[in-house]
Structures are given as C-alpha cells and as structure tokens.
C-alpha cells in the first residue's frame, strides 16, 4: 500500500519568507497527489491536486507543487508567505478510492 | 448549497459508553470515509462507505463501527469508548478524486 512522508513536522517562518514543505510517496506508477490545508479550528480544504500532466501544479492562495516522478516527491511551494497562511499542511497520495495521508506539517508565520 | 455537516461538534463521554457521531452531506456523493487526526499521525482512516448497504474497514477500524442505510448518512459508533478513541474526527465525502471534509467532531473520552 502508498504511504506518505512529510518530514517537516514544524516550520517557522516569518511574512515573505518562502516556503517549502517536503512530501514524498512510497512507489511509482500513476499517481494521484494532493495538498490539502486546515487553518486553526476549521475543517480540510483542498489547495491543488495533481492526476496528469504539466507536473507543476498551481493551487489556490498562490501555492503550487511539482511533481517529480523520479524522486517520487510532491512538494509544496509558495514564494512570499503571509501570516494568514499559519495552519496545517497535509499531503495526501490516492490509493484506490482511497487517501492516505501523510503525518502533517504545521507552519507558524510571524509578522 | 451542498455541504457536509457532523453533529456533535463537541462531546465527553466516559468509558465504556456507546457513542454516535453524525455525518450528513448534501451532495449526493457515494462515497464517504471517516477518519480520526491524532498528533503526530495525521489523518487515519477508520471506515469508508461506496453506497447504500456498503461498509469497509480502514487502517484502524477497531472499536469502531459505521452503517449505511441511504446516500446522505455514515453515523460511526463507538461501542464502547475508550481513552485511546480521544481524538478529532472528520467525515468526508467524494465525487471523482477529490474528497470534501466536514467541520470535525471533537471527542473527549474520560
């Protein structure tokens, strides 16, 4: 079965600041890929996914991810970060209809 | 609009007490998965529902429980809850690949 790693579990960054958050998956062949966000006290939301195609994936709130198929990662990126992007990062790979999700990254940002 | 709503919100209960949680969505998704988010483990999938009259266990399934009897509802049971089931649980939906998460229960099991 898939299984996810996200080795950053916190990050600390202040406004501007760029970010990358690390997400590797278990094996190859077709994959499915999603970062997904949860802002402190509310529910997951989905901020971009990867099927097919152009590896570099854009979101929602200026976020992008590539896919790199040979290091089997799917990276989250966003050049210049607010303070209202503090919350939880969770990477996501689809297994069946399932998805397995990995561990979680929280990120602080400071004014 | 169509949502995704879980009731209780909030709820404590002691051990060895049976526990419902609601999860209600409005889109008519087939699919359906509740999972529990723990420090350090993210998300983990309990139980997941493709239809009417279908349950499947997830990664830690035990002590848990869920039923299907139409397209709008998967209530999870806890049958008898144990400290260990403390946690925030979320229900989800999907169409396609991509899943649509309601707002959490927390659970507090004394």
């Known amino acids: 079965a898939q299984s996810v790693s996200q080795h950053n579990h916190h990050v600390i960054l202040s406004e501007a600041a760029s970010l990358e958050l690390g997400c590797n998956y278990s094996?190859?062949?077709?994959?499915?890929l999603f970062w997904y966000v949860q802002y402190p006290g509310q529910h997951l939301q989905l901020l971009l996914k990867?099927?097919?195609?152009?590896?570099l994936v854009k979101g929602i709130k200026g976020f992008e991810a590539e896919f790199i198929k040979s290091k089997f990662s799917f990276n989250l990126r966003k050049p210049s970060v607010q303070w209202s992007d503090t919350a939880e990062y969770f990477c996501?790979?689809?297994?069946?209809?399932?998805?397995?999700f990995g561990t979680g990254t929280r990120l602080q940002v400071f004014p | 609009d169509a949502e995704i709503t879980q009731s209780p919100r909030h709820k404590i209960t002691e051990t060895g007490r049976q526990v419902t949680l609601a999860c209600h969505q409005t889109w008519n998704h087939n699919n359906m998965f509740w999972y529990r988010q723990d420090l350090g483990h993210g998300l983990r999938l309990i139980h997941y529902s493709y239809g009417v009259q279908d349950t499947n266990k997830g990664e830690v399934s035990d002590g848990y429980s869920v039923s299907r009897s139409n397209t709008e509802d998967l209530p999870l049971t806890l049958e008898s809850a144990a400290s260990s089931q403390t946690s925030v649980y979320f229900c989800a939906s999907s169409w396609g690949d991509t899943q649509y998460f309601g707002p959490g229960t927390r659970l507090t099991v004394l």
């Open positions: 094996y190859g062949g077709t994959v499915n």
């Open positions: 996501a790979v689809k297994d069946t209809d399932k998805l397995i």
């Open positions: 990867y099927f097919s195609g152009d590896p």
